[in-house]
C-alpha cells in the first residue's frame, strides 16, 4: 500500500513539473517590441501595423500613388492593415476622414493630396504622416522646408522642376501657343501653386494665359468650353477636381482641334496631347520607403527631406496627335502612352 502511494505521489510530481514547463514555453511567445520600433512576437515575426489611408478623389493617378505606398511595404516585409478613406472631392468629408483616422489609433496616416495632407496635418503632431501627391509643400505649410521638414510630416511631391518650363517651351515652340486656357479649382492649394508657377514661366517667352475657375467636376465642362475663341491650345495641371472629369475637356478639346497638354501621363492615356511628368506609382513608392523608415524606427519624419520626382519624360498619345494632324518629330524623343 505505501509502495502505491509513493507511485502515485511520483507521478504527482511529474505532471506538476510537466505543466510548470508548458507554461514557462506559452510566455515566452508574449508579443514583445523589438529594436526596429516594430511589435513581433516569439518567432520574429512582425506584427501587423495600422495605417490610415486619405485620398481626396478616386482618379488614376492618386490611385497609382495608392499602388506604389502598399508595393514598398511589401516589399519591405511590413504587414499592413489599412484603413481607406475617399472624400470624393468634398471638403466637408475630407475634415471628416481627418478627424476619423486621427482618433481611430493608427500608426502612421498615408495622405494622398494636397488637402488630404492639410488636413490631417492640423489634427494632430504626434501620429506620423507621409503624403504624397502634394506640389508644394511648403506654401501649403505641411513642413517648414523640403531638406527639414521640422515636425510629424514628410513625403513626396509630384513637381518636377522641369516639368512646368518644358511644357511651356513646347507650347510655344512646336505648337506655336499664344493664349493657353487653363480650367482649374481656384479653392485648391495645389492648383492655385501650378497656376501660378505656369503663369510665371508663360511671362518669360510672352504666352498669355487665360483662366477659367470651377469648384466642382460637374462645372468643368463648361467651364472649358468658356474658353472656346480665346485660347488657341489647352493646359491642365494636376488638378485634383478637374482631371476627375478630364474625360469632358478631352471631348471639348478634339472637337474644336485644341491641342491640350497635362500635367501627368495617365491624363495622357485619356486623351490628353502629352505632359511631361513621371508615374505617380513611382512617387508614391517613394513615399512608402520612407514610411517603412519611419515604422522600423530607423528615421522620423522631421529627419526626411521631401522628395521630389526622379525622372523627367515626355510622353505622347498618338491617336490625339493624328486627331489634331500634329507631326511627331523625333528630336521630341517621345514615348508613347499604352
Known sequence: MRKSIKRLAFILIGVVLLLAACGGKDNSGSTATSSEGASSNGNGDAKK??????????????????????????????????????????????????????????????????????????????????????????????????????????????????????????LKEELGSKNVGMVFNSGEQNSRA????????????????????????????????????????????????????????????????????VGEFDSVKRGGLGAYGFEYFDIGYEAGEMAVKILNGESTPADLPVQYPQNLRFVMNKETADLLGLEIKDEWKAEFAE
Do not use: C, R, W
Not at 494622398?112 to 492640423?122: E, F, I, K, M, R
Not at 513642413?143 to 527639414?148: A, L, R, Y
Not at 468658356?226 to 494636376?238: A, N, Q, R
Open 194 to 261: 501650378q497656376v501660378d508657377a505656369v503663369k510665371a514661366e508663360m511671362n518669360k517667352v510672352g504666352l498669355n494665359v487665360v483662366e477659367a475657375s470651377v469648384s466642382t467636376s460637374a462645372e468643368v465642362k463648361q467651364a472649358t468650353e468658356s474658353l472656346i475663341g480665346k485660347v488657341d491650345s489647352l493646359y491642365i495641371i494636376t488638378d485634383n477636381t478637374v482631371v476627375s472629369a478630364l474625360e469632358s475637356v478631352v471631348s471639348v478639346a478634339n472637337d474644336n482641334k485644341l491641342p491640350m497638354m
Open 49 to 170: 501595423v495600422k495605417i490610415g489611408v486619405t485620398q481626396i478623389v478616386e482618379h488614376p493617378s492618386l490611385n497609382a500613388a495608392f499602388e506604389g505606398f502598399q508595393k514598398a511595404l511589401e516589399d519591405a516585409g511590413i504587414e499592413a492593415d489599412y484603413q481607406i478613406e475617399n472624400a470624393q472631392n468634398d471638403n466637408s468629408a475630407n475634415t471628416t476622414i481627418a478627424n476619423n483616422l486621427v482618433s481611430s489609433g493608427v500608426d502612421l496616416i498615408f495622405a494622398n493630396s494636397t488637402p488630404s495632407a492639410q488636413a490631417v496635418a492640423s489634427l494632430t503632431k504626434d501620429i506620423p504622416i507621409v503624403f504624397t501627391s502634394v506640389t508644394d509643400a511648403v506654401s501649403a505649410e505641411l513642413v517648414q522646408s523640403m531638406e527639414k521638414p521640422g515636425a510629424n510630416v514628410t513625403g513626396t511631391v509630384d513637381t518636377q522642376p522641369e516639368a512646368i518650363p518644358s511644357t511651356v517651351k513646347f
